[in-house]
């Protein structure tokens, strides 16, 4: 059951992303080009979306188990490292580059969309270099 429900959640995200716009990069480079054609419909998305994560991060905790696992796996971490800082500042430099994040690159890549051949790979090496630094570094 724990992977029907992974799956409809990731069809459901994909979904989602087609039907807000947010799969075509262009949404992201319009909403950072605060000077030209500036498109303020992500922030509308990422605040619908900041809503409803709220209401589910609630609803979801309230419960003394997950469904489909024997306890919640919530980080315990609670320091702001090199880590948390350079990860997310990569990835926003990224994300404002290429127009795209993992979702709506893998979703755009269902689609057909132009740039997520180059993109897609790029981010897949990116990610294991990630991790393989995150092991070798401890």
Known sequence: MGVALQFLSGLLFGLGLVVSGMADPAKVQNFLDLA????????????G?????????????????????????LPAARAIDRRLIVGPAVF?????LAGFCPGPALTSLGLGAPGTL???????????????????NG
């Open 36 to 47: 030209g054609t500036w498109d303020p419909s992500l922030a509308f998305v990422m605040a």
């Open 49 to 73: 979306a900041v809503a409803v994560t709220m209401a589910g991060y609630r609803l979801v905790l309230s419960r003394p188990r997950p469904w489909c696992a024997p306890s919640f796996d």
């Open 92 to 96: 926003g430099v990224g994300w404002g």
């Open 118 to 136: 180059m993109f897609v790979p790029a981010m897949l090496a990116g990610m294991a270099l990630a991790r393989w630094l995150a092991t070798r």
